[in-house]
T-cell receptor, first 114, second 111 residues
Framework: DVKVTQSSRYLVKRTGEKVFLECVQD?????MFWYRQDPGLGLRLIYF???????EKGDIPEGYSVSREKKERFSLILESASTNQTSMYLC?????????????FGPGTRLLVL | ELKVEQNPLFLSMQEGKNYTIYCNYS?????LYWYRQDPGKSLESLFV???NGAVKQEGRLMASLDTKARLSTLHITAAVHDLSATYFC???????????WGAGTKLIIKP
C-alpha cells in the first residue's frame, strides 16, 4: 500500500525561524512535490523534484527552498518564516507520468507562523 | 495560459439527488485525475482517466473524459451525506511532471 508521510501534522513557529518540513515516501517514486493550500486559492505548487538532487521551481517558490538527497525524502525549508507562510503544506509523490500515474499525498502539515 | 476550471465551485444539495461537477481544461491532454479532500484532511485519489471516452465508476460517483471537448465530468447519483467533501480535478501536462489543478468544488450534502 502506498504511503507518504510528513514529519509533523501541526507546527507553530515564530517569525524569522528556519522551518524544516520533511516528506518521506516508500514507493520508490522519482517525482515528489510540495504544495501549499490556502482557502479559496486551491493547491499551489512550491517546488518539485524529478530525481535525487534535482529540483524545479513551481508557481510560488519565493521564501522556500528544497532538498532531495535521497530518493525517498523531500524536504521543504522556510529560510526565515513569515506570517504569510501560515498555511497547510502538502507533499505528494508520483511515478513517472508516461503511464498516467496519480499523485499520492501525505497527510499535510498545518503551519502557523506567529 | 494553461487553465483548469471547475464548475460549480460550491454546491449544496439534498440527499438522494443527482448532480454533476464539470472540469474544463485549456490544454491538449488525455490524462485527467479526480481527487477528494475531506475537511482538514489531505487529498485522496478517486479516478484516473487516461483516454478519450474513458469512464470510471465507484459507488455513487462516476467520472468521464471527453478529450475533444476538453471536459471531464464527475456525476453523483443519489447523493448521501458521506460524499460531502471538496473535489478536485487535475490535468497532466504532456511535457512536464506537474499536474494543473482546478480550484476545487466544495460539495455539501444535506440529510
Amino acid at each position: 500500500d502506498v504511503k507518504v508521510t510528513q514529519s509533523s501534522r501541526y507546527l507553530v513557529k515564530r517569525t524569522g525561524e528556519k522551518v524544516f518540513l520533511e516528506c518521506v515516501q516508500d514507493m520508490d517514486h522519482e517525482n515528489m512535490f510540495w504544495y501549499r493550500q490556502d482557502p479559496g486559492l486551491g493547491l499551489r505548487l512550491i517546488y518539485f523534484s524529478y530525481d535525487v538532487k534535482m529540483k524545479e521551481k513551481g508557481d510560488i517558490p519565493e521564501g522556500y527552498s528544497v532538498s532531495r538527497e535521497k530518493k525517498e525524502r523531500f524536504s521543504l525549508i522556510l529560510e526565515s518564516a513569515s506570517t504569510n507562510q501560515t498555511s497547510m503544506y502538502l507533499c505528494a509523490s508520483r511515478a513517472p507520468s508516461q503511464g498516467g500515474e496519480t499523485q499520492y499525498f501525505g497527510p499535510g502539515t498545518r503551519l502557523l507562523v506567529l | 495560459e494553461l487553465k483548469v476550471e471547475q464548475n460549480p465551485l460550491f454546491l449544496s444539495m439534498q440527499e438522494g439527488k443527482n448532480y454533476t461537477i464539470y472540469c474544463n481544461y485549456s490544454t491538449t491532454s488525455d490524462r485527467l485525475y479526480w481527487y477528494r479532500q475531506d475537511p482538514g484532511k489531505s487529498l485522496e485519489s478517486l479516478f484516473v482517466l487516461l483516454s478519450n471516452g474513458a469512464v470510471k465508476q465507484e459507488g455513487r460517483l462516476m467520472a468521464s473524459l471527453d478529450t475533444k471537448a476538453r471536459l471531464s465530468t464527475l456525476h453523483i447519483t443519489a447523493a448521501v451525506h458521506d460524499l460531502s467533501a471538496t473535489y478536485f480535478c487535475a490535468v497532466d501536462m504532456d511535457s512536464n511532471y506537474q499536474l494543473i489543478w482546478g480550484a476545487g468544488t466544495k460539495l455539501i450534502i444535506k440529510p
